[in-house]
């Protein structure tokens, strides 16, 4: 220890006070916005003003209008839009020029018990601690004032050219709502609101202050207070430690750190909060934020290692079985004794309903929202969140549900399912009780189904044998035609004189048995049934008006996926009025056919292997023949895509010229355009780009 004291000896000593006469009242301003050279000390300050609690500070300062650095045209043109033309002693800018401008504070740090401000004099450090650090940015709240002047104006006017019919309006009936008790839940969210916390800065006064320069003979005399008092020793005692209280001080004993939940909004989830959470409250917890949700993604979501059998019986718990995904109960959301938070209706109500909407996806992939609000009668608002929880709106299809049905799930648990199809029955039997329906009303009624029947092996096989014995006459008298020479008699079917029914669009789930099939065959009673062959046939005019629409489709789009043409061909149907559909039942199969036979070729682009394109996706479809001139530029560019998954622009340009010999640019961008997408700098067939 000697000889380490002798190498680093003591130069000097000095002795450190600390002041406290403005402990409580220092503030350190920063300016990061202009450098430390250029500092505001000449310019004019014209106004300040503080909120002590929360550490606000607002500084006016004068703008040299005279600079030949200041824009006369853009000073007038601020001062207008805010001051308006008028002139008022609540302008901003009385000059009618902007000639000052606010300098507002943020809280550079939120603990400042480790910053001090000192001062250094005769050999002493007076140290004063911080109040608060705050930096100093330009305000642009005469912006806002500006916009509020133009909705004024823009208010002035509508109401101007109203108010001549304001005395002919009639009475209308108005509906009155009584404010329920806030639930505890509800109050804490609207304390954390953004809203609540800008209301309760506002309710701070502001404290005006009168502001001194740096050579002002006040401010000489304030910073006088940065200096001890008192430099007895005695009255320093903070400073003044024994050498054991010292290290105390440099080393504290270990204690045990107190976790402290971080405040934040209601709906914010922390999953490092939630692994120290037991299994079941863990999965009520996600759930409930949630709402819907597959099972595998629910394990995902828990730590690895999570037994799935002991998830599976803490979420039967809290949530019910929808088309294979898991959805909240609504008794988890809505707890016995609290309230909507839109219209207060009792949350024994509110659950009701919500059973309602979920039993309706257990029947059908799409509801729709007035006939849900028609039969629980509820508010518009209630019925919203509903179906906000677990379903989308699409367009002409009412509210689908939000998850692809999770047919994995089902065929692995089909005890689950089973014990799930059985809670809804149960649910089913009490909503019908309490709204007063029955399952058969949600029926599609255009097109009444038959009721399933189940045709063996062995009765198909008999129902052929009667059918060849009863045209066995038919075909012997064909055949002792044939043997003697006669011409060939075409046996003539008789014409139905029955209407063709229309297809039947409600959803599969909605009903067993579509367009009266019986395991994926039409069944006996079916219009579609041929009883000479066993098996369904279509009209001609459906493969008329179905070669009809590829034609115009293709005339139009040029390239379309199977996927795409699906999904408008499914718009074409929808569009199509009631009774006047002339389509049964149409497979993939059936429409790949259609396009093919419609001047149309499959394209086969060479996706990439990491590809998330869907099958359909993947199934391209060119137009391969209109009679122009145009099409052999169209079949070059497809057998560019057969090669290369995308292509770029001067690639197609060189392979049209090595052809055809010059091309122009407007048939060039005449092809990409019909044919192609174009995204960074590539070219893509349309509907091959993935997102």
Known sequence: MASGDD??????????????????????????????????????HLAAKIKPKQQRVELEMAINTMSPNYCRSKGEQI???????????????????????????????????????????????????????????????????????????????????????????????????????????????????????????????????????????????????????????????????????????????????????PVGPS????????RTLPLGDQVKTLMKNVKVMPFANLMGLLAS???????????????????????????????????????????????????????????????????????????????????????????????EFLLPTDVDFIKKHPDITHRQHMLWLGIQSKLEKVFNFSKEDF?????????????????????????????????????????????????????????????????????????????????????AFDHTNGNGGSPSTSALELQDFVLKTFRKHFVVTLNEFKRLFNLHLASMPVGRNVFHSISDHMLQDAILHSHCKQIMVPFPAQSSAAPDEQKVFGLWETGEEFDKHRRLLYDLFTKNYKVRRNMVQARLNQEFGDVCKADVDRLLNECCSSHAGMWYLKGTIQS
């Open 7 to 44: 190498d680093d000896p003591i130069i000097e000593e000095i002795d450190v006070y600390l002041a406290k006469s403005l402990a409580d009242k220092l503030y350190l301003l920063q300016y990061p916005v202009r450098p430390a050279t250029m500092t505001y000390d000449d310019v004019s």
């Open 79 to 261: 001062a207008l839009n805010v001051d308006g033309t008028t002139f008022d002693e609540t302008n901003t800018y009385s000059t009618k020029m902007m000639d000052k401008q606010t300098f507002s504070s943020i809280q550079a740090t939120t603990n400042t018990s480790r910053y001090a401000a000192a001062v250094f004099r005769k050999g002493e450090l007076h140290v004063t601690p911080l109040t608060g650090i705050l930096q100093m940015r330009p305000s642009f709240s005469y912006l806002d004032k500006a916009d509020n002047k133009t909705r004024e104006r823009e208010a002035a006017n509508e109401g101007g050219d109203s108010s001549q019919d304001e005395a002919e309006e009639e009475a209308k009936a108005i509906t009155v709502r009584f404010a329920r008790p806030e639930s505890e839940q509800a109050r804490q969210r609207r304390i954390q609101s953004y809203e609540f916390l800008q209301k309760k800065q506002a309710e701070e006064p502001w404290v005006h202050l009168h502001y001194h320069g740096v050579k002002d003979g006040r401010s000489e005399h304030e910073r006088q207070y940065l200096f001890c008092q008192s430099v007895d020793a005695s009255e320093n005692s903070e400073l003044v430690k024994t050498p054991k209280e010292y290290l105390a001080m440099l080393m504290p004993p270990l204690e045990e750190e107190k976790v402290v939940k």
């Open 267 to 274: 709906n914010v989830l922390s999953m490092a909060q939630l």
């Open 305 to 399: 290692g999570t037994d799935s059998t002991a998830a599976l019986r803490c979420i039967q718990q809290v949530a019910l079985l929808v088309q294979g995904n898991w959805v909240v109960k609504s008794d988890v959301l809505y707890p016995k004794n609290t309230c909507s938070p839109h219209s207060g209706v009792p949350a024994e109500v509110l659950c009701r309903g919500r059973d309602f909407v979920m039993w309706r996806f257990t029947l059908e992939r799409s509801v729709m929202r007035k006939e849900i609000a028609a039969i629980i009668k509820l508010p518009p608002e209630d019925v919203k969140e509903f179906l906000e929880h677990v379903a989308a709106p699409r367009v002409n299809r009412g509210w």
């Open 443 to 527: 029926l599609p009624k255009n097109s009444p189904q038959p009721d399933p029947v189940h045709v063996t092996g062995e009765q198909r096989l008999k129902m052929a044998h009667e059918r060849a014995q009863a045209n066995q006459a038919s075909l012997q008298k064909d055949l002792d035609s044939k043997r003697t020479g006669s011409r060939v008699h075409i046996k003539q079917e008789p014409v139905s004189d029955r209407e063709e029914e229309p297809m039947d669009t409600s959803s599969p789930s909605s009903s067993s048995i579509p367009n009266g099939s019986v395991n994926g065959y039409p069944s006996a009673t079916s219009p």
